[in-house]
Structure formats: structure tokens, C-alpha cells
């Protein structure tokens, strides 16, 4: 198969850096809005309802509103429900959890897709994938260290944001055969959007100037975020550029050095060498799998 000449890998790759580093830089900043107190519910409810707004314009310039057209609203509604838990989980989580080591675990649905994959659409897996699916999880156990007296419950909370993660991709796909990524995007955010201000009255707070304003940042970054990653996508081949998607590793252990002065542990360290090699490498025989050059 011809390669695809009008792909510019660079500009890719600098996309896929820029949209991680903001969504890296969201995830900190959710992290200040939770420790200075702001509900996770409130703060998840507000965004949401300023993605959908932002998104539905997105998609109403580039595609048209007939894009959203859909006929199977139900399960669309059920993907949008699972889904929706999964940054509630992550962000309650960052309460307790250091960044870098949320952000570390939360890669453990990389190899949850993989094995998701295989038992939902037959995808074929060779014993080189699996193997680092293998080292993957054992990255994983190295920064949880269940059992040990530093473990954190809260890094259950990190893994089941993992688990809904891979289940929303793996549905995602599903419906994808019948209905555009326009409405995968619209309906989960419009889902999300329901669901959170029906219980938003249980979790409302006031918020502060400065509150209001970090959050409209966090949307904001959440838009450029998602945005810089679609363009990513468009102009650079996918085995090239979704390997720099582990720079947010990098980031977010940067940003939680600055904010509150977090090392990571030995141990942690050695966990994220692990995750990130294991992912470097899945990505690396994708790409051969794909034909890629390298």
C-alpha cells in the first residue's frame, strides 16, 4: 500500500504535544479546583455544559446538525452513562492521588482496549503485544504496590476511570459502524451534560471569582486539548503520532513538581519506566503491523 504523501509526521507530532500538554495542564488545574474545596460533581457539571455548547458549534460549522443523526439513541444514551464516570472517578481520585501516579495507572486502558479488542471484535494479538500488555499491568502493580502499607484506596478510583475509559472507546467503536464521530462526540457530551445537572443540585456550591474563572481555563484547555489531538490525528499518520500521547507522563509529573512539590518515589518511577516502555512498544508494533516505515 502507498504511503500517504500528503501526511506531514512533524506537524503531527507537534500537535499530539501541545493538545497532551494542555490536557495535562487540565488535569492540574482540576487538581487545584478539588483541593481548594470545589465539588467534583459541580466542577464536571459546568464543563460539560461548556464543551457541549462549544462542541455543537464545531460540529454545526464543519459537518452540519444532519451529522448527529442517529438510530440508535438508546445505546448511545448507555455509552454516554458509563462514560460519564469515568472523570468523575479521576478527578475524586486527585484529591488524595499524586498527578504523575493518577496519570500513570490511568494508562492502564491502553491494555485494557487491547484485550477489549480481542474478546469483543476479534482482533488478533501476536505474543510480542501481549507480552508488554503483561509488563504493562506490572508497571501498574509497581506504582499501586497493593498491599504495602503506602498503598491508597483512592487508586481504586484511578483504575475504574481506566476501566470506564476503555469500556466508552470500545462502545465508541461499536456504534461507529453504523453513526459518524460527530455523533459519538455530540450525544456523549450531551449525555454527560443530562446526567450531571440532574444530580447537581445535591453537590451545588458557590463559587468564587477565581474558582469561576480556573474553571472556565479548564474548559478551555479541555477544548484546545481534544482539538490539537483531532488535528493531530488528521495531518499525521497514527503509528507516528500516538506514541507522543505518553508524553503526558512527562507533563504531569512537571506540573505536579511546580504546583505542590511532588517527587515520585522510587518505585513510582520504576512503575512509570515500565507503563511507558510497554506502551512505546505495543505502539512501535502497531506501526509495523500498519506497514510503517522505522
Not at 500500500?1 to 501526511?7: E, F, H, Q, V
Not at 487538581?31 to 464536571?44: E, F, I, N, Q, T
Not at 455530540?186 to 454527560?192: C, V
Amino acid at each position: 500500500m502507498a504511503a500517504d504523501t500528503s501526511a506531514n509526521p512533524y506537524q503531527g507530532i507537534l500537535l499530539m504535544v501541545a493538545g497532551i500538554f494542555c490536557l495535562s495542564a487540565m488535569d492540574a488545574t482540576v487538581r487545584w479546583l478539588v483541593l481548594d474545596g470545589m465539588s467534583v460533581v459541580h466542577l464536571v457539571a459546568v464543563r460539560s455544559w461548556i464543551l457541549l455548547v462549544a462542541m455543537t458549534i464545531w460540529i454545526w460549522r464543519r459537518a452540519g446538525l444532519a451529522a448527529l443523526t442517529t438510530k440508535r439513541p438508546l445505546h448511545h444514551a448507555a455509552r454516554a452513562g458509563i462514560g460519564m464516570l469515568a472523570p468523575l472517578a479521576f478527578f475524586v481520585a486527585l484529591k488524595t492521588i499524586p498527578l504523575a501516579e493518577a496519570t500513570a495507572v490511568f494508562f492502564c486502558s491502553v491494555f485494557l482496549i487491547i484485550i477489549g479488542s480481542t474478546l469483543f471484535f476479534g482482533e488478533q494479538v501476536g505474543p510480542h503485544r501481549w507480552g508488554a500488555v503483561v509488563v504493562g499491568f506490572a508497571g501498574v502493580l509497581v506504582v499501586t504496590r497493593p498491599g504495602a502499607d503506602s498503598f491508597q484506596p483512592a487508586i481504586l478510583l484511578v483504575l475504574a476511570a481506566s476501566g470506564l475509559y476503555c469500556a466508552l472507546i470500545l462502545m465508541g467503536r461499536w456504534l461507529s459502524s453504523t453513526d459518524s464521530t460527530f455523533s459519538l462526540v455530540f450525544f456523549y457530551n450531551l449525555g454527560s451534560a443530562i446526567g450531571y445537572t440532574l444530580v447537581l443540585p445535591w453537590f451545588w456550591q458557590s463559587m468564587s471569582a477565581t474558582q469561576f474563572g480556573v474553571l472556565l481555563l479548564v474548559s478551555a484547555l479541555a477544548l484546545a486539548g481534544h482539538f490539537l489531538l483531532t488535528q493531530a490525528f488528521a495531518v499525521g499518520p497514527v503509528s507516528v503520532v500516538a506514541p507522543y500521547e505518553y508524553t503526558a507522563l512527562g507533563w504531569a509529573t512537571l506540573f505536579g513538581w511546580i504546583a505542590w512539590r511532588e517527587v515520585p518515589a522510587q518505585t513510582t518511577v520504576a512503575g512509570i519506566g515500565l507503563i511507558l516502555a510497554s506502551g512505546l512498544y505495543i505502539a512501535w508494533r502497531e506501526r509495523l503491523a500498519r506497514g510503517g516505515s522505522g
